[in-house]
Structure formats: structure tokens, C-alpha cells
């Protein structure tokens, strides 16, 4: 079946530092793009979400980047903080399964001081 | 705004018994819920999607008669594990929608069946 997938489990990265984190779909189909953080023990939390029809889009200290060709979604953290420390997810939805989120499998980002 | 509440936060009950989990909009409603199980250092899986004062739609693989769900309003839904087993074990997270894209996700339910 479709499904959206992360290159990498683990990222560690020096505090100040920028992180890159990768995620692949294969639902061509997909629309909607949204990147989640999720601390230990805690709900998903929105960070920043994009659409098809752009292939960047910034926010405070984020940057999501959306390659349609390669079916490629990658969320940017400049001067990466320990609270940032935490696992990230990719999800994609489209209106052809009624918004449904399709999660990735996550990447663990720790930030070293 | 869009502040999703679950309750309870953590259970732990004893093997056979029933469970059960609400998901509360607190200030929109929520015409769309959706349920997920994660295991630990694992993805969020989606069980199922329910629409208020309609059946709710099971993923493949999930028991609908194992795992009850109730979208009564349109800010409460709830999800009742039925006779719990230990593999049953899981963090429970739901979200809710208002009819476009966005899903706003509640804090977790943490499930420990003995």
C-alpha cells in the first residue's frame, strides 16, 4: 500500500547547529503535507504543513521544502535548541481518502549541548 | 484556540476488564474524530475515523467490536477497549477536524493492561 517513510531514525546534531530532517511519500496522490513534533509521552504537535502546489514554505526557525518529483519532504531547523529535542513526523493526506494523516516513521532528533 | 482534551491520561486495569477513553473538543466542533494507536518508538497508526452521529470507519486489522467508538456530539467521542489484553498496551491518541485539513491531536492516553 502507499506509505510515507523517513531516510533516517536518529539525528544528532550540536546545539546552534542546523538540522535536516528527510521524509519520502509514494502516494502520488498526496496534497497535503504536515510535519509534527512529538515529545516523550506527549500528542503530536503541529509545526508546519505545506501544499502541492508550493515547494517551500517558512516559518519561525522552520522550513519545510516539498520536491514533487522525487516524492521527497524535508523540515529544516536553524540553530537548533535541546528543546527541540524530541521525534518528528512527516504525515500526508489527500482529499481522495477524506484527509486521512498517513504517518512516516518518525526520526529522533537529539540536540547536544 | 483548537484545544483537543483526553481523558483519561493514563490507565492501568486488569486483564478482561473495559477501558474507556474520551476525546473532547473544548472549543470548536469537531465534525471528523480519528483514533491512533502508537507503540513505543513507533508511528502513530490510524484505527479508525468517526464522523458525529454516524458509524465510525475501521482501518483494516481493527477489531470494531474490540474497540467501540462513540462520536455522539460534536465534541466528544469516546473509544472503549473491550475486554483488554495485555498487547493491548499502547499509547492512545485521538484528533479531531472540523471539515478541512487541519487535525488538531489530543495530549495521549497512556493504556497499561496487566
Redesign the interface.
Known amino acids: 500500500g502507499e506509505s510515507v517513510g523517513l531516510h533516517l531514525p536518529t539525528l544528532s546534531v550540536q546545539e546552534g547547529d542546523n538540522s535536516i530532517i528527510n521524509c519520502a511519500y509514494s502516494n502520488s496522490a498526496s496534497d ?1 503535507f504536515i510535519w ?1 513534533k512529538q515529545e516523550s ?6 509545526i508546519i ?1 505545506i501544499r502541492s502546489n508550493m515547494d517551500k514554505r517558512q516559518g519561525q526557525r522552520v522550513t519545510v521544502l516539498l520536491n514533487k518529483t522525487v516524492k521527497h519532504l524535508s523540515l529544516q531547523i536553524a540553530a537548533t535548541q535541546p528543546g527541540d529535542s524530541a521525534v518528528y ?1 512527516c504525515a500526508e ?1 489527500n482529499r481522495g481518502s ?9 526520526t529522533q532528533l537529539t540536540v547536544l549541548p | 484556540g483548537a484545544v483537543v482534551s483526553q481523558h483519561p491520561s493514563w490507565v492501568i486495569c486488569k486483564s478482561g476488564t473495559s477501558v474507556k477513553i474520551e476525546c473532547r473538543s473544548l472549543d470548536f466542533q469537531a465534525t471528523t474524530m480519528f483514533w491512533y494507536r502508537q507503540f513505543p518508538k513507533q508511528s502513530l497508526m490510524l484505527m479508525a475515523t468517526s464522523n458525529e452521529g454516524s458509524k465510525a470507519t475501521y482501518e483494516q486489522g481493527v477489531e470494531k467490536d474490540k474497540f467501540l467508538i462513540n462520536h455522539a456530539s460534536l465534541t466528544l467521542s469516546t473509544l472503549t477497549v473491550t475486554s483488554a489484553h495485555p498487547e493491548d498496551s499502547s499509547f492512545y491518541i485521538c484528533s479531531a477536524g472540523s471539515g478541512g485539513e487541519t487535525q488538531y491531536f489530543g495530549p495521549g492516553t497512556r493504556l497499561l493492561v496487566l
Request: charge should be positive; charged fraction near 15%.
Open positions: 497535503y509534527y509521552g506527549k500528542g503530536p504537535q503541529f504543513d513526523f493526506s477524506a484527509r486521512q494523516l498517513t504517518f512516516g516513521s518518525g
